[in-house]
Every structure is written in structure tokens, then in C-alpha cells.
């Protein structure tokens, strides 16, 4: 069964930093796109930062220069480095995965349980 497992998530002072992690595992053939997503109570989820197999990235204007995404190909994993944090950054953060299963076939979409960051003094 497929399924993406996040961590990294926790309470952090204003200024801070955390890096927050997500592991494609199960059955894969290969990875369309990987990233982040979050939302907060009463909002519509919001595109953080993804990366496609293409090579390219993307960021949300509010998160530029301050997160960054990466990824380890051999472990199936995307991380999200996020630097100066502010208090409006607290909300609960999704991974998103477009996985190919099986050659071929096109890629399916998944989500994670969701972590929750806190930006907090």
C-alpha cells in the first residue's frame, strides 16, 4: 500500500527554523511531483513549495527565500527546510505526491496525514 509519512513538524520561536520531511513508501515505479501544501482553519490548502521530475521548482510567493525543498531520490523523500519563520507560517502542512505506479500508467495523487508547525515565543 502506498502511503506518504510525514515528520518534522513541532513548535518553533519566531525567527527559527524547521525542517520537515515526507516518505513515499510502497510499491512505486516513480515520482511525477513531490511538495508541500498547507492550510489553515477556515482556508482553502495553499501550494508551498513542489518540485516535478522535470527538474523545475516552485514556491509560494510568501515562502520565497525562506523555505526550500529538496529531495533524495534513493530514499523516495522530499524535505522542506524552512528558515525565519513567522507566526502566520503556523498551520498544518500536507505533503503531496504525484506517484506512477506501474510503467505506463499515469500518476496518481496522495496526500499526507498532515503535520503541525507552531510558530510561537
Known amino acids: 500500500q502506498v502511503q506518504l509519512v510525514e515528520s518534522g513538524g513541532g513548535l518553533v520561536q519566531p525567527g527559527g527554523s524547521l525542517r520537515l520531511s515526507c516518505a513515499a513508501s510502497?510499491?512505486?515505479?516513480?515520482?511525477?511531483?513531490m511538495g508541500w501544501y498547507r492550510q489553515a482553519p477556515g482556508k482553502q490548502r495553499e501550494r508551498v513549495a513542489v518540485?516535478?521530475?522535470?527538474?523545475?521548482?516552485n514556491y509560494a510567493d510568501s515562502v520565497k527565500g525562506r523555505f526550500t525543498i529538496s529531495r533524495d531520490n534513493a530514499k523516495n523523500t522530499v524535505y522542506l527546510q524552512m528558515h525565519s519563520l513567522k507566526p502566520e507560517d503556523t498551520v498544518v502542512y500536507f505533503c503531496?505526491?504525484?506517484?506512477?505506479?506501474?510503467?505506463?500508467?499515469?500518476?496518481?495523487?496522495?496526500w499526507g496525514q498532515g503535520t503541525q508547525v507552531i510558530v510561537s515565543s
Open positions: 510502497g510499491s512505486i515505479f516513480s515520482i511525477y511531483a
Open positions: 503531496n505526491a504525484d506517484l506512477v505506479l506501474h510503467r505506463g500508467t499515469v500518476p496518481i495523487d496522495y
Open positions: 518540485w516535478t521530475s522535470g527538474g523545475s521548482t
